[in-house]
């Protein structure tokens, strides 16, 4: 297992995914975003879902944004759709794919 130089959980299980950032050869860097997994319905990849809040300031209000990213799903990472995860910025792994999971949040 080899060190992402990220402040994450390393996974307990081996995988032979060339695309993990644990056990393969990716490298991964900031940012790091945190969202729930709304989808995951492809193979391999799944859907997050990030929202934040983003300052008006004509109106000195904020509103509610969302924004959906599509990441890279290693093997030794099992996630179902609810739960949170840590997602990092990577190269491009397919046309809309530039982002890996690399925690999940609540597990020990």
Same mark, same amino acid.
């Given at each position: 297992?080899?060190?992402?130089?990220?402040?994450?959980?390393? *996974?307990?299980?081996e995988c032979n995914d060339s695309n993990c950032p644990f056990h393969g050869?990716?490298?991964? $860097?900031s940012p790091v975003i945190e969202g729930e997994v709304i989808s995951t319905?492809?193979?391999?990849?799944?859907?997050?879902?990030?929202?934040?809040?983003?300052?008006?300031?004509?109106?000195?209000?904020?509103?509610?944004?969302? $924004?959906?990213?599509?990441?890279?799903? *290693?093997?030794?990472?099992?996630?179902?759709?609810?739960?949170?995860?840590?997602?990092?910025?990577?190269? *491009?792994?397919?046309?809309?794919?530039?982002?890996?999971?690399?925690?999940?949040?609540?597990?020990?």
């Open positions: 297992m080899r060190n992402i130089g990220i402040d994450v959980r390393e *996974p307990k299980e050869n990716n490298t991964v $860097k319905s492809m193979k391999g990849t799944v859907t997050v879902l990030r929202e934040y809040m983003r300052k008006t300031t004509k109106y000195e209000r904020y509103e509610k944004r969302k $924004k959906r990213y599509h990441a890279h799903l *290693p093997g030794c990472i099992h996630v179902k759709v609810g739960d949170t995860v840590k997602i990092a910025y990577s190269r *491009p792994i397919a046309k809309s794919v530039s982002f890996i999971v690399v925690e999940k949040e609540g597990t020990e």
